[in-house]
């Protein structure tokens, strides 16, 4: 039989025909394709049946032997999605996957039969206990989130909050779906909304706690589970608490009736959101009630446009805490990118994309404004900003050019963020240079199978030089494009790309040694092949 490794301990394969249901009209099979192959679970070999096999939104299901098949597919390059309860769905690295990308990137042409595909499936960890009051009594409805550690789209580590299970009349949890890695846990025993409460009378029956049993998320300690393996987190205790109160005024500096929308977490914790919306004024008094001792952060965000936000950090300690927290004026931006002349002159350069991003306090993903740059090089419409600590991100450049720094006040704000501080007007200038180069290829396995769907990463090999780090995605054949800056850089290669990971110092240890030397020359065009990493 000849396999096609699709990556790690996951390969991909399949048998034979699959008889058409009765009374549908046959499939014109030249202008689509068909796929066989046999699922196994990857430590005892023995074939899985009842496995849903989907390549959306044709689907099938495993039969005794393990083997399925899929006709009708579409070409193109998808995922195609195995799931068994108690294992692992196909992931190129059941360790290091990406939060909700499952499956396996497979590419078929029209009128294909892709054959002999095998997927290798893990048992899924299994994790129990218990929660339980001080006397020992049981906690029934307390809901347990596992989170993992991950990267944003800048390469910093955040906790990435996952589904979650209640406990039974026994007060009894047990996850069976969870994929192998190192996992924390959360526990919320009380009924409170897990997303956007609003009412300001929120008051728990009990604290919030995090394993092995702290109520501070900055002290939570994490587990490895492994495939197939059972851990028990014992009884964890959850303490009755009706928690302080925040006696909080909200001030204007607009001179405007705001609609102020204040949003509410617990430092270190993006689960623990409470939402509250206020009606049109120039200052609003409330109580908000149900806080336990630690670090919040507060957004205040005003109606009268979107940048108008601020974000305060205060702490609750064993008693009510009065507060009070204003809403500045928006700061304007300007905003330009140039390209130094032979002449020691600056002339504006047009196209360029970049866009700037802030922690909105919804989920993971943050709030941005995409800016392109006209004709005379300056952004626009240039948005005013918030007192917010934002992120700057390069979307797009014209062919031939690249950027090399972003520059606000002396700092490098691709890097070190962009703070607004007391400043009545920021100024940011996006420096250009004409000259790129083009890098591209094709991204292979350990069997010279191309890798549909790779992450390519251009690291240069000054790391400080921020602006000068290039990604692309590989496509349905694995080939790649990159235009990049002169000089030199290494090369690497994932099948799986969390956030801006590879912009990480501490993730790309592993990897630093495994890159490829490239050099670029200026208005250069090398083609090289790259190998996967994991």
């Not at 950090?313 to 700061?331: C, H, M, N």
């Not at 990159?482 to 850089?489: D, E, L, R, Y």
Request: hydrophobic fraction near 40%.
């Amino acid at each position: 039989m000849r396999l096609i490794a699709i990556g790690g301990f996951i390969t991909l394969s399949v048998v034979a025909a699959f008889s058409q249901a009765r009374g549908v009209a046959p499939l014109d099979l030249s202008a689509s394709a068909q796929i066989d192959g046999v699922v196994i679970d990857d430590k005892t070999g023995e074939p899985l049946a009842n496995v849903a096999i989907a390549a959306v939104p044709i689907s099938t299901v495993s039969d005794s032997m393990g083997r399925f098949h899929l006709e009708g597919v579409k070409p193109g390059t998808f995922r195609l999605l195995a799931k068994l309860a108690g294992y692992g769905d196909a992931r190129p690295s059941q360790d290091r996957r990406v939060p909700g990308n499952s499956g396996v990137t497979v590419t078929v042409m029209a009128g294909q039969h892709l054959q002999h595909l095998l997927i290798h499936m893990l048992p899924s960890p299994i994790v129990t206990g218990r929660i339980a009051d001080p006397q020992g009594r049981a906690i029934v409805g307390a809901q347990i989130l596992p989170f993992r550690q991950g990267y944003d789209d800048d390469g910093k580590l955040i906790s990435k909050l996952l589904g979650g299970e209640k406990t039974n009349d026994l007060g009894e949890f047990r996850f069976t779906s969870l994929d192998p890695g190192e996992y924390g846990f959360k526990v919320e025993p009380a009924s409170r909304n897990s997303g956007l409460a609003e009412t300001t009378n929120l008051i728990t029956n009990y604290s919030s706690v995090y394993y092995p049993g702290t109520p501070d998320p900055l002290k939570a300690a994490t587990l490895r589970l492994e495939a197939g393996a059972e851990t028990r987190l014992g009884t964890l205790i959850v303490t009755p608490m009706d928690g302080f109160s925040l006696h909080l005024k909200l001030n204007s500096e607009t001179g405007l009736n705001e609609v102020f929308t204040l949003r509410i977490r617990r430092k270190g914790d993006r689960s623990s959101l409470r939402t509250i919306n206020f009606g049109s004024a120039l200052q609003v008094e409330t109580v908000i009630s149900g806080l336990t001792p630690g670090t919040y952060e507060a957004l205040i965000i005003g109606s009268s446009g979107p940048a108008l936000r601020t974000v305060n950090r205060f702490e609750i300690g064993q008693g009510d805490l009065p507060l009070s927290l204003t809403l500045p004026k928006a700061v304007p931006l300007k905003a330009r990118a140039v390209k130094k002349t032979a002449d020691g002159q600056f002339q504006g350069v047009p196209g360029v994309e970049i866009e700037f991003l802030w922690d909105g306090f919804i989920g993971p993903t943050p709030v941005s404004v995409v800016n392109r740059s006209g004709a005379d090089g300056v952004f626009g419409p240039n948005p005013n900003l918030g007192h917010v600590e934002k992120s700057v991100r390069v979307r797009s450049v014209p062919p031939g050019f690249y950027i090399t720094s972003i520059r606000s006040n002396g700092h490098d704000i691709l890097s070190e963020g962009l703070e607004v501080g007391e400043a009545r007007e920021v100024e940011v200038t996006v420096m250009v240079e004409d000259g790129a180069g083009v890098v591209r290829g094709t991204v292979t396995d350990g069997k010279g199978l191309p890798v549909p769907g790779a992450t390519i990463a251009m690291i240069p090999d000054d790391r400080a030089q921020s602006a000068l780090y290039m990604s692309s995605i590989a496509d349905g054949n694995g080939t790649f494009d990159v235009q990049s800056a002169p000089g030199n850089f290494h090369l690497y290669a994932w099948r799986e790309m969390d956030g801006g990971a590879f912009r990480n110092a501490d993730f790309m240890k592993p990897y630093d040694a495994q890159g490829q030397a490239v050099r670029i020359d200026r208005n250069g065009d090398l083609s090289i092949n790259s190998r996967i990493l994991d």
